[in-house]
């Protein structure tokens, strides 16, 4: 009787295995529909923008709260270390992710007419993922900051309400 | 009927920075979702923003679907003479707008 209530025990158990494991198996296609941009798709289209010239860490500063209940807006301000004179300003800001469909978020252009080179902005984001703000300086130079972000409930996802 | 909110310092010293913000209702319809029928939803986003200081342009921003919904957008200019600040944005299916603010510049 004992050894039959036990059988009985692990065949609910691999039940209950087996059903999470098709739940899971079900819900892949959908996230493999809905993840358009990689980190490949992100660095393509970096590299697309600067071409040829390096990339450097540092002198961006990318302010974005690194936990967000919800992706539909997200907070985010990016600010160059630039004294923005005629001879040596920033010249534009582009903002890119790497789990959204699209790697591109924004990019934004200036001179040194705007005195200060700081944007700030509401983002979209679909997932847990970096975000890479890059900056372009009058001299050419490319500089960059990253900053992972954990969203909770993710842009798109609503769907099914409609 | 579009609504967008501006802020600009009414009055400002001459050579200050200036905070600009704007906001303007928009839906940013990704181009990515599905309605319950399954069709794809067409996008429709503003695509570029420009501000103009007496008719010179101070900022130009591209939008991508990744902008939330009523893009926000603050940004910094000098304040050199007074005049208006013009904003202006477009988007697909023909979306455009346009808004002013005077400021004073002492």
Redesign the interface.
Known sequence: MRDSMDALETTRRELLLAGTLMLAGAAAPVMIRRA?ATPAAMKAEIAKLVGEAKITQGKVKLDIPPLVENG???PC?VSVDSPMTPADHAKAIHVF?EK???P????????P????A????????ADTQNVVAIAELSDGSFWSASVEVIITLG??LE??L? | MTRALINVPAKAKRGQIIAIKTLISHTMETGFRYTTTGERKPRNIIHTFVATYNGEEIFRAEFYPAMSANPFLTFHTVATESGTIAFHWTGDNGFSATEQAKITVE
């Open positions: 358009g539909n807006t997200v301000t992710n959204n469909p699209q591109n978020v924004i990019s934004c252009y200036f001179g007419r705007a005195g200060r700081t944007v700030a902005t509401r983002l979209r984001l842009a798109c769907d099914n409609i």
